[in-house]
């Protein structure tokens, strides 16, 4: 079963709307991270927001925001008023255990497009 | 978050050569990672390397076609051995953060194997 599912394989958005991009994952751990990455065309992944399966806020930076919602096994990436830099493959990831030694598990990604 | 730089940025290599790609931080790490992003796909873990310890290959990867090297906190390699158009991808390091929801990536090698 995957781990990390990405039913999203591609969207388009309207520059300056919102997007939300979709993520669930599955783990029988009690203690885990959950990641999401951006990569432009570049190649160069960008490290964007995380969330621990122990925090009980959802996690924000900047425009970027996580709504995890641990029942559902849910952590979707939400982007506020987006632009055309925002253009680029993104990743969700896991990891099961909090501690660095375990590694990410990745998702598909979703290739996603704003439009101007 | 730390500084992680690669070279080459990208190479264009002939069948059955050997490529060996550099990963340099800025600040020393105990675990750095290497990962392998094929046309299209996610990532895929090749191995962890350790500072003055084996390197440790998941599934798949051998330690006979892709060498690791780790000689200090700061510095690592990977050899891509042999190449084949198979071979084709981008190529990227990663080190664990000062904290356990960070890890970093470098700026990726992007091969090309002819």
């Known amino acids: 079963a995957q781990k990390i599912t990405q039913t999203q394989p591609g969207m388009f958005v309207q520059e300056k709307e919102a997007v939300t991009l979709d993520c669930t994952y599955d783990t029988s751990d009690q203690s885990y991270g959950l990641f999401w990455y951006k990569q432009p065309s570049s190649g160069e992944m960008i490290f964007l927001i995380y969330q621990g399966s122990y925090d009980e806020q959802n996690a924000t930076e900047g425009r970027y925001s996580l709504n995890f919602q641990k029942a559902r096994k849910s952590a979707n990436l939400v982007i506020s008023a987006s632009q055309l830099g925002d253009s680029a493959m993104y990743f969700c990831a896991m990891r099961e255990g909090l501690d660095s030694n375990y590694q990410l598990i990745w998702g598909a990604g979703t290739k996603l497009i704003i439009k101007p | 978050s730390a500084v992680i730089s690669q070279k080459p940025s990208r190479d264009i290599c002939q069948r059955g050569t050997s490529l060996t790609i550099q990963c340099q931080v800025d600040?020393?790490?105990?675990?750095m990672f290497w990962y392998r992003q094929q046309p299209g796909q996610s990532l895929t873990l090749i191995a962890t390397?350790?500072?003055?310890?084996?390197?440790?290959?998941e599934s798949g990867f051998v330690i006979d076609k892709f060498p690791i090297s780790r000689p200090n906190l700061t510095f690592s390699t990977l050899t891509v051995s042999n190449m084949s158009p198979e071979d084709s991808s981008i190529y990227l390091c990663?080190?664990?953060?000062?904290?356990?929801?960070?890890?970093?990536f470098g700026p990726g090698t992007r091969l090309t194997v002819l």
């Open positions: 600040s020393q790490v105990t675990m």
């Open positions: 390397a350790n500072q003055g310890s084996e390197a440790t290959y």
């Open positions: 990663s080190v664990e953060g000062r904290y356990n929801n960070e890890q970093f």
